[in-house]
């Protein structure tokens, strides 16, 4: 029997205590720092520095540590894990740099001729704007270091390029925006795919599909994730085999070369165009919110089949996911991705919980003598199940009105573009 620490704060930490949780080996989960939803579930603990982490493993013989987001993973947190003999899931800071740099991956990209979009990386402005000289808008200009989702600027003009970079140099981006990437614009359906890598082989670990804007009909500023789904048709048995063998394998392939195998969840954004999938972006962590609606539908050993990744035994993996749909809305507080308050308390959470094939997942609340209040952008993340997508979206709303919360909205139509089809 295994105990396991679950690192992050979010909807994807949740969905994942929630489905290790039901690994019949794990003896405890622990997760920090957690939140009010995930506290329902596992025991959330305070560990503030990733030397906390380590003695915390050790003294409490942790079998597998799951690190959630990319900043501790690009720190070097798994390092620091493996290094003190605790298995680790999640890539090192060297192949971490993989979404760390966003000209790492496209150097990566075209010294092993992984399809992605035409590029130049610069680490001054008059380099980036000389460049811009002889190019066509539109055209997208992107920080290279971590910028929480906001340093790509799709420029409409070749005088916004400028802008942008001008402003990234400038520091509009912190020291993430001094370098920068400008690539060429692509067109065609987005689709985020999930790989599980071992550093020597890999297998695909689902699919979703994201919805990046805050508004109805996909308008308005973008967000985190407003929802997700999972399985989109668009990706075809097809264009599942294709990008495992033009994408991801050699990936996987490359970055051993390079001395940096990659261990844990590569996250392929990927574009569907006309000639064929192309890499947008590289993500080193599994996706928020596509993971709940992946954990929704994922129907094996969770905790083994991390283990097998963070100790070079995934061929012994056995994962399956069910047919059904999975659909998950995002419920955000009033303002995101704007100004929001924090505090406001939800009701109705136990109600709408008996709503069978759901689970609520939390992204950002605190529990309080048994009050749940929000304490950030995105909160909740209403996950159903269903025999179609329809299904599945039509009982996640079912529960979302069934919750209280004047101070938070989501979208109406999430999976919206499946149900058209
Ligand atoms: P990224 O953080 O690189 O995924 O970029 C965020 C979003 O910007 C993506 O989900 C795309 O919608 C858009 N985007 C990024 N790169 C490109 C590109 N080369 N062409 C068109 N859209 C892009
Ligand atoms: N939902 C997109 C991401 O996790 O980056």
């Not at 910028?147 to 001008?166: C, L, N, Q, S």
């Not at 990234?168 to 690539?183: H, Q």
């Not at 550093?199 to 699919?207: C, K, L, R, V």
């Amino acid at each position: 029997m295994a105990k396991l620490l679950v690192i992050g704060s979010g909807g994807r930490e949740h969905a994942l205590c929630w489905r290790l949780k039901q690994a019949p080996s794990v003896q405890k989960i622990f997760c920090a720092p957690g939140n009010g939803g995930i506290a329902q579930d596992v025991e959330c603990i305070t560990l503030p520095t990733h030397a906390d982490i380590v003695s915390f493993c050790k003294e409490n013989a942790i079998g597998l540590v799951v690190i959630g987001p990319e900043q501790p993973l690009v720190e070097g947190l798994a390092d620091m894990l493996q290094a003190a003999g605790i298995p680790a899931f999640g890539p090192g800071a060297k192949a971490a740099q993989l979404e760390g740099s966003k000209g790492y991956m496209k150097n990566i990209c075209a010294k092993y001729n992984i399809p992605t979009a035409a590029y130049g990386y610069f680490h001054n402005a008059a380099d980036a704007l000389a460049f811009l000289k002889d190019k066509s808008a539109p055209i997208v200009v992107k920080a290279d270091g971590l910028a929480a989702g906001k340093g790509v600027i799709i420029a409409e003009t070749i005088k916004e390029a400028e802008e942008a970079v001008r402003d990234m140099f400038a520091g509009a981006f912190g020291e993430s925006g001094s370098s920068v990437v400008i690539e060429e614009f692509m067109e065609g359906p987005e689709v985020s795919y999930f790989a599980l890598s071992d550093g020597q082989t890999a297998i695909e670990f689902g699919y979703a599909q994201d919805h990046k804007r805050v508004g109805d009909g996909d308008t308005g500023p973008n967000t985190g994730g407003m929802g997700a789904y999972s399985p989109p048709s668009v990706m075809t048995e097809a264009l599942r085999a294709e990008v495992m063998k033009t994408i991801i394998l050699p990936t996987v392939s490359a970055m051993q070369k390079e001395g940096a195998p990659f261990k844990g969840v590569l996250f392929a954004g990927l574009m569907l165009t006309k000639s064929g999938p192309r890499l947008l972006e590289y993500n080193v962590r599994f996706g928020d919110p596509e993971t709940q609606s992946l954990m929704m539908r994922f129907n094996a050993d969770l905790y083994q089949t991390l283990l097998a990744c963070a100790t070079g035994r995934l061929h012994e993996a056995k994962i399956s996911f069910t047919k059904e749909a999975a659909v998950c809305v995002v419920m955000a507080a009033n303002g995101y991705p704007g100004n929001y308050a924090k505090g406001s308390v939800i009701g109705g959470l136990e109600k709408a919980a008996n709503i069978p094939h759901s689970k609520i997942f939390h992204a950002g609340t605190a529990a309080k003598d048994n009050v749940i209040t929000a304490t950030g952008g995105r909160v909740l993340g209403v996950t159903a199940l269903g025999a179609t997508i329809a299904e599945a979206q039509s009982r996640a709303y079912q529960v979302v009105d069934q919750i209280e919360w004047p101070e938070g909205f989501c979208r109406r139509d999430i999976a919206w573009r499946e149900i058209k089809a």
